[in-house]
C-alpha cells in the first residue's frame, strides 16, 4: 500500500539507457551507474574526509571513579559468565555437528526462530569491549566463538552461517510468516566486521564476505524468479541493518557485489517517506525502520549521495521533536503513535531500549557530519537515560527492556519485567551488551589536518591518547550533587611533542548557561566562544 512512496531515480533512469549494450555483465552495468553518481555528486556533496572522524576504542579508557566505568565493568562480568559452548550450541546443531554443554534459553533457546542474533550481538560486544579493556578473558571467549562458527560455516559449505536453517529463508522469500531471519542475520555479519575491524580477526572477515555472497545469491534468485517489487515486498518483516552492515563490508572489500546488495537492502517504502519530508511515520515499527536511517546514513557516507543526508537529517528532526520522551527516547510498545500526542502513551511499555541505541547511532552520525551541538547534547539525553538506566545496579546480566515512563510504575513490574542472566537473550539484551563495551566511543572526535583539532562533546572521566595531536589527555569530573548548580571538569595535557599545535573544542551543553560557562588554562581565565 505504500507503493507511491517508491523512490523513482528517473534521471538514473535515463543514464541507464545510455548504458552501451557491448557491456554483458551486471557488474559492468552497476559500474556504469555508479560513474553517473560520482558525476552528478562531485561538486555537490562532501567527501568522506570532511566528517569529523571516530576517535579509536583502543586510545580510550574509561576511569574507575565514572558510572560509565562501573556500567561497563559489569557488563564485562557478565560477557565473562556467558559459555562459548551454549552460545554456539545451536549453530553447530544446525551444521550437523556435536554439541557439548547445554542450549541458553529465551529467545536463544533452540525453539525459538530468532535463535542465534544474541550471539551477534556479542561478537560485536566483545570486539568493543577488548577494545575498550584488553581484557584478556574476553579476547580468548571471542576468539573462541569465531573459531567454532567458521567450522559451522565449513561444515555447511555454502557460506549460509546461522542458528537456525536456512529453511526459514524459504518462507521469508515466499511471503510466509517467519520471525525475522534478516534481523539475526544483520547481528551476525556485524559482529563478525566488528571482529575484524576492532579485533583484526582475518578469519572473521573471510565468514562475513562468504555469507554476503551466499545472500546476494539468494536475492538476484529471487528478483529472477519473481520480480524486483517482490523482494520489496518481503522486506515488510523485519531485516536488522542489513544495508548498514554490508555498506560498511563494502567500505573494506571495495566489492560492487555488497553495494548493490546493501542498495537492494534500503527499504524504499519507508526511505521514500523520508525523501519527501512527510513525518508519516505513525504506526511503523520503530526498531524496525531505526536501523534502515542508519544504513541509508551509511550510504551517503559511501557514496555522497545527498538525498540520504536530507533522508537522516530529516529523520532525525521528526524524532526529536515529535516523537520523542523528555528521556530522548521513542516508541510505545514498540511502535511510533502520533505525532506531538505523547502525554497519553505514557506506562510501561515505553522507550524500548534497542530504539535508543539505534536512535544513538543516527545522531552520532549527524554530529560527525554537521558539528552542530544539538546533535550532542540529543546523544548525552539519550544515553543517560535509556542507556545507563537499563542494568540493575552492578548485577551482571540483569537488564530491562522497556523503559517505564508512566506515572507510579516500576521497572520490575513492566510486561517483561527484569531480565535472567540466562534465559532471557531479547533483543534489547544484544544491544545492551554492545551499548556497555562501548561506551567511550562518543566523548571524543577528531579533525585531521595540518592542525589537528579535536571535539569533547561528553563529560566523562576518562584519558585519551590523542595520536594526531600528540598528546595524552586526562578529563576528570568532580563529583555532583544537588545543591552544587556546577559541573566541573579538569583537563590536564602530557605531551612528548614539543612544538604540535593543536585546537581543542569543548562543548557548551544546552541544560548549561553559556554566560555562566567558566574556564581556566593554567590558572588564567579566558572567555568561551558559544558555537551552539
Known sequence: MFSHYHLIPTDELAWSNLFPRRFLREE????????????????ESNSPGDFLKEVSLHDVRLDPSSVQWRAQQTNLEYLLLLDVDSLVWSFRNTAGLPTPGTAYGGWEKPTCELRGHFVGHYLSATAHMWASTYNDGIGERMSAVVTALAACQEKMGTGYLSAFPSEQFDRFEAVKPVWAPYYTIHKIMAGLLDQYTLAGNKQALKMVTWMADYFYNRVQNVIAKYSLERHWLSLNEETGGMNDVLYRLFTVTNDSKHLLLA?????????????????????FHANTHIPIVVGSQM??????DPLYKTIGTFFMDIVNSSHSYATGGTSVGEFWTDPKRLATTLETENEESCTTYNMLKVSR???RWTKEVAYADYYERALTNGVLSIQRGTEPGIMIYMLPLGHGVSKARSYHKWGT????FWCCY??????????????????QGEVPSLYIIQYVSSSLNWKAGGTV?????DALSSWDPY???TFTFSSETAGQLSTLNFRIPSWASSDGAKADLNGKKFKSTNSR
Open 430 to 447: 544484544g544491544t545492551g551488551i554492545e551499548s556497555f563495551s562501548k561506551l567511550g566511543d562518543s566523548i571524543y572526535f577528531e579533525e
Open 473 to 477: 589527555i586526562n578529563q576528570k569530573i
Open 421 to 424: 542472566k540466562f534465559d532471557s
Open 28 to 43: 559492468q552495468e552497476f559500474e556504469w551507474i555508479m560513474t553517473y553518481r560520482k558525476l552528478k555528486n562531485s561538486a
Open 365 to 367: 552520525n549527524l554530529f
Open 263 to 283: 542498495h537492494l537492502f534500503d527499504k524504499p517504502c519507508f526511505l521514500g517517506l523520508l525523501a519527501v519530508q512527510a513525518d508519516d511515520i505513525s504506526g
Open 299 to 304: 550510504r551517503y557516507e559511501v557514496t555522497g
Open 487 to 489: 559541573l566541573r571538569a
